[in-house]
């Protein structure tokens, strides 16, 4: 197989980087987990702080097995697959050896290409830059809604509209933005109490 196929195959995949750290967002919050980045993204937000991740290109493409190995190296059993956007690439042979040595698996997406993979928790960040692939929806454990602009309330309820209803709901600070918005994500949670808070505590503690 070309390089090519065998990232098609989800057998070899662009590493960006791979790092184990404290989860800082959403349901997972505080939690020890291996982070496993890979390269390519097409959302283009404006805000983005991985901006580094778009170019698929620039990053290794690495075998699964090599993955999973680094991620077995670290004591705790949980694996968050972020990017870029993971969801770019067929994740299914991946997230099935991750499951074979008994991690648990977590997705952080935008939900802008087609679901693929086993996954025990999907965070779903939707971008008004790209819209979902209606696919995400139902996967989806977690909607976590970043707050940059008065009008991504609205956004955030558009899309909760449509996720099931046992679905965590998150609005999100985006950090730049943070001290302008929290006051009013507050309010907002305080009155509509289905919403919940996420912070990005990993960068109060200063990492990854
Ligand atoms: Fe950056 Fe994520 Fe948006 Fe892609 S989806 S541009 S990686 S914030």
Not at 60 to 73: F, W
Request: proline letters at 7%; glycine letters at 8%; hydrophobic letters at 40%.
């Amino acid at each position: 197989m070309t390089t090519q196929e065998l990232i098609a195959a989800g057998l070899q995949l662009p590493l960006m980087e791979a790092f184990y750290t404290i989860q800082g967002e959403g349901k997972f919050t505080g939690h020890p987990a291996y982070f496993i980045r890979l390269g390519g993204c097409d959302v283009g937000c404006v805000w983005c702080d991985v901006k580094e991740s778009w170019e698929a290109g620039k990053w290794p493409i690495v075998g699964i097995e090599e993955i999973v190995k680094g991620a077995l190296v670290h004591p705790a059993r949980l694996v968050v697959i972020t990017g870029g956007e993971p969801l770019m690439y067929n994740l299914g042979p991946l997230t099935e050896l991750l499951k074979e040595k008994g991690f648990t698996i977590n997705i952080e997406t935008s939900g802008a290409h087609p679901f693929s993979g086993n996954f025990d928790w999907v965070c779903f960040s939707p971008k008004k830059f790209k819209k979902p692939h209606p696919s995400i929806y139902e996967q989806a454990d977690e909607l976590k809604v970043v707050i940059f602009h008065s009008s991504d309330f609205a956004f955030a309820e558009e899309h909760a509209e449509f996720v099931n209803p046992s679905c965590d709901l998150r609005l999100q600070p985006e950090w730049s933005k943070a001290e302008r918005f929290l006051p009013e994500i507050i309010e907002y949670v305080k009155n509509r109490p289905f919403w919940k808070i996420s912070l990005q505590t990993h960068k109060f503690m200063d990492i990854p």
